[in-house]
DNA sequence: CTGTTAGCGCTTTCAC
DNA sequence: GTGAAAGCGCTAACAG
């Protein structure tokens, strides 16, 4: 049976099928009497009808539906963002279209949605944006992308979390510690993100009268951070190191691993976001938690706010970064041999 | 600047906009003269025009996108399956909606965006589905949903892997090595796969003349995984545990390092489907690997066959699962302490 | 080879 | 409180 439409629920009701249109959005404009309603909403459910959402895209020339651009679905951290993406969203009335960049290649698709008219705006993560893509794009649509943690040239926009901060409280932390030899593992300097976190962990090794030493991978993922790490072993026989992603840390911990390298005895480990990850790691890894699902939250309303018609600025998320303690820091001892046969003391998961 | 139309093109170029439309969708049956064609398709070059999408999947009565309906984003079994879902379609002319079932709840976004007409057909793992949402699709509705990795009430059609097989091969492989004492962490048994992947278990246990020792979850997470791993060990003391997802061996690794169990030298870990994760877990995990993105990228291609009118029934993924050996398992030693000061070799990663 | 026409299903302005 | 009419931008059948 053929999907029902306006014109059969209002031939069913006996009415008007812009009076069906009406009633079922709620115009506060034109009410219809309380049993024409109802006659009308029966009708509408006998049918079971729903509303045609092309014709009325077509018609309104808006979709009511936002583009989220992701590098890499299974990442903690944009997952993390991606929930609060997907909440805000929801409260504000708009599906969301999730892309994950690498899958969609040389395509553009997100690029072409938007042009298309599929989505009215784009959340872009900056690190998974190609942004030669945006060069054909109209001004009118590049005010519709909305970067997140991080800027991109040519817009006028982004929602950043402080990420230089984070890594400065990182080496803080590990200093507080008592280490001076620490390594920070980080993403290529290709966009900002990466780069502010290289800023705050110089600044802060500076501050603190350490000599910051850093390695910059190809990639983003776990097996960069295992390459990295082991260069790192064997570069500088840190007492810390400081993948800078979530991403990192589970090849980091491999290469700990395999070199025989325990944590936090021999080297400790701290990276920056908080996650599922981070707590079921053996052990628990130390982290500085950034407000990753706030800024799903801020951007998505900001996107909005966008696409109806106002003007955003550069802003950045209120909370600020928090250092969440687990078991993969410790202080430096010289005499490790008396920690080698210790008992593990760990708390339990709640 | 208001976006181009077709009619917008057609004036530019001086022919009308139903011949524009002709030659920019390469229409076979009536083609432009070459100098006409490139009058049109310099004009729409010049007016940066772009289809309205609405407009056309109005007219056309179709969108060619497909949802995608995830249980959890992160889950690196899901990154497989969505993988080759993302390359099948992208190859057969399709777009690919994600959704992460558990954002949005008991909203049915999905089955809306089906009855909408926002997709054409949806691709659906049964562990993220609540069948109860489906009620209200009409039947001809409902034929365009796929269940991945297990049938669905109702439903005549379905894309799997053999789970069952799978989960014997996990058992015969710690059988081989002597293991006598183990135990199943599976999926609350409200699905077609975690009930297969019992089956496969207690028949390979049955087979070896071993007793099935089953813990069933309450969720799919990493806590889960943990939790049922804490409840193994005190219950059990095995000498290997087969968390049977992805999902539950950050969470098992993490029980067994808190009760300071060596993996593999005191207690063997095996688990279904080979992914990064069990790549760069400490130790690396060995696994029997699922043929997830064959099963992704063969589910696509049925879905779009349905949409096209095919009829398709319950079918396999013909590749068959195979034991990725890594090192988390190894034979049953009566006196673990030739072990414990063992130093590890392990072959690092190329 | 190209133009005319009609209509997909919806919303909204304007009448009554 | 309700109906009539127009049109969003596109495609496809038909005509010439």
Redesign the pocket.
């Known amino acids: 049976m053929?999907?029902?439409?306006?014109?059969?629920?209002?031939k069913l009701a006996?009415?008007?099928?812009?009076?069906?249109?009406?009633v079922?959005?709620n115009?506060p404009?034109?009410?219809?009497?309380a049993?024409?309603?109802k006659r009308i909403l029966d009708a509408a459910k006998k049918l079971n009808?729903?509303?045609?959402i092309?014709?009325?895209n077509?018609?309104?020339?808006s979709t009511k539906t936002i583009g989220l651009l992701l590098s890499d679905l299974t990442n903690p951290t944009n997952d993390l963002v991606a929930h609060g993406v997907l909440q805000r969203s929801a409260e504000l009335g708009y599906d969301v279209i999730i892309a994950n960049h690498s899958d969609i290649g040389g395509d553009k698709t997100f690029v072409k949605m938007l042009s298309q008219g599929h989505v009215d705006g784009i959340l872009a993560f900056v690190n998974s944006v190609n942004e030669a893509e945006f060069e054909e794009l109209s001004d009118r649509l590049l005010e519709r992308i909305l970067p997140m943690n991080g800027k991109l040239t040519g817009l006028q926009c982004s929602v950043t979390v402080d990420d230089a901060l984070a890594a400065e409280m990182c080496v803080d932390h590990l200093v507080g510690l008592g280490h001076k030899n620490m390594v920070g593992i980080f993403a290529p300097q290709l966009h900002d993100s990466p780069k502010r976190r290289v800023v705050g962990f110089k600044k802060a090794c500076t501050r603190n009268g350490i000599e910051p030493k850093i390695l910059l991978t190809h990639g983003y993922s776990q097996r960069d951070g295992y390459l990295a790490t082991l260069e790192a072993i064997s570069e500088y026989s840190p007492t810390a190191i400081f993948p800078s992603s979530n991403a990192y840390v589970l090849g980091a911990y491999r290469a700990l691993y395999e070199r025989n390298l325990r944590i936090p005895d021999d080297v400790s480990v701290i990276t920056i976001h908080n996650s599922e990850v981070t707590e079921y790691l053996s052990p628990p890894l130390t982290n500085v938690m950034l407000p990753a699902n706030e800024m799903g939250k801020m951007a998505a309303e900001k996107l909005i706010n966008i696409i109806d018609g106002q003007k955003i600025g550069h802003v950045t998320v209120g909370i600020p970064p928090r250092l969440v303690l687990r078991s993969s820091t410790a202080q430096v001892i010289g005499d490790k041999s008396t920690l080698s046969s210790e008992v593990r003391v760990l708390k339990p998961l709640s």
């Open positions: 053929r999907k029902a439409t306006l014109r059969d629920v209002g006996k009415v008007d099928p812009s009076l069906v249109s009406r079922l959005n115009d404009n034109a009410s219809a009497s049993r024409t309603k009808y729903t509303t045609n092309s014709a009325r077509l018609k309104l020339a």
